[in-house]
């Protein structure tokens, strides 16, 4: 069972705008609409920021959009702040599993 | 408020066994689909097993099949992970998340709980 594909790092200025991937296969990413995305700051739980590509659960900032195209998940924060400094995971729906992503670094410089 | 609790980690032996616990509040528990996920120190998240509502559906990691059970007691509000033939790679913190479609979109995540798995 492979992990999705994600950058380990991505850096970006405060204002800027940052995105991330997430690369899977025919039988996760590219074959439904269900890759939910997940914001994990240093010793606390991971925090749903997207979920079904695109869409965001209440109280999440709307600097924060989803995108799919074929086997490839993208994750765009735009107007970069410093606490958006975290680690970002991918999932995917994938039937009887679920699979993430290995985890991107986001560095706010 | 909504809420997610675990309890039961700690330090065991290779070969030992464990029971987690995550006691559910705020919510309608027996609505919700449910899943535990695990993260080892110093790396990322990974997706253990999956549970529907009425615990009639059951879905497992492979790295986690025939070792561990997941289950479910909704009238008691809770959520359980039964952990046997424990190995050193499954030293992590585990995670439960409450899961509104089944679809591994999970909002809501306990603080998790500290499984050792050491001589």
């Known amino acids: 069972q492979s992990a999705l594909t994600q950058p380990a790092s991505v850096s970006g200025s405060p204002g800027q705008s940052i995105t991330i991937s997430c690369t899977g296969t025919s039988s996760d990413v590219g074959s439904y609409n269900l890759v939910s995305w997940y914001q994990q700051h240093p010793g606390k739980a991971p925090k749903l920021m997207i979920y079904e590509v695109s869409k965001r659960p209440s109280g999440v900032s709307n600097r924060f959009s989803g995108s799919k195209s074929g086997n490839t998940a993208s994750l765009t924060i735009s107007g970069l702040q410093a606490e958006d400094e975290a680690d970002y995971y991918c999932c995917s729906y994938a039937g009887s599993r679920g699979v993430f992503g290995g985890g991107t670094k986001l560095t706010v410089l | 408020q909504v809420q997610l609790v675990e309890s039961g980690g700690g330090l065991v032996k290779p070969g030992g066994s464990l029971r987690l616990s995550c006691a559910a509040s705020g919510f309608t528990f027996s609505d919700y689909y449910m899943s535990w996920i695990r993260q080892a120190p110093g790396k990322g998240l990974e997706w253990v097993s999956y549970?529907?509502?009425?615990?009639?559906?059951?879905y497992y990691a492979d790295s986690v099949k025939g070792r561990f059970t997941i289950s479910r007691d909704n009238a008691k509000n809770s959520l359980y992970l039964q952990m046997n033939s424990l190995r050193a790679e499954d030293t992590a913190v585990y995670y439960c998340a409450r899961d509104p479609k089944g679809d591994y979109g999970m909002d809501v995540w306990g603080q998790g709980t500290t499984v050792t798995v050491s001589s």
């Open positions: 549970i529907s509502s009425s615990g009639s559906t059951i």
